[in-house]
């Protein structure tokens, strides 16, 4: 069964930085992409970026790349089998719960605020 497990979230003053971690398990065979995520109340669930597991292939979501674009990355660690999402200069606009998500799968989300 896969599994999909988020953490390094938390609270942070605007323009701090946190890396949110995808420890990822119970693939029978290695998923395409993890994408990240993120949700706020009332909102629909929007895609930040996502990255190749063969080769690191890296894209942004449509609806956040003018947003997060210089401010967020992503990066894969085949040998620990996780997907990091490294966030600096963060804003209050960027407070929302962030899932890890691959085929089929969702994690059960980190919270991240950011707030002074």
């Known amino acids: 069964q896969v599994q999909l497990v988020e953490s390094g979230g938390g609270s942070v003053q605007p323009g701090g930085s946190l890396r949110l971690s995808c420890a990822t398990s119970?693939?029978?065979?290695?998923?395409?992409?993890i994408a990240w995520f993120r949700q706020v109340p009332g909102k629909e669930r929007e895609g930040i970026l996502c990255?190749?597991?063969?080769?690191?292939?890296?894209?942004?979501?449509?609806s956040t790349e003018n947003s997060v674009k210089g401010r967020f990355t992503i990066s894969r660690e085949d040998s620990k089998n996780r997907v990091y999402l490294e966030m600096n200069k963060l804003k209050p606009d960027d407070t929302a719960v962030y899932y890890c998500?691959?085929?089929?799968?969702w994690g059960q989300g980190t919270q991240v605020t950011v707030s002074s």
């Open positions: 998500n691959a085929p089929y799968s």
């Open positions: 990255i190749t597991i063969a080769d690191g292939v890296t894209a942004y979501g449509l």
């Open positions: 119970g693939f029978t065979s290695d998923p395409y992409a």
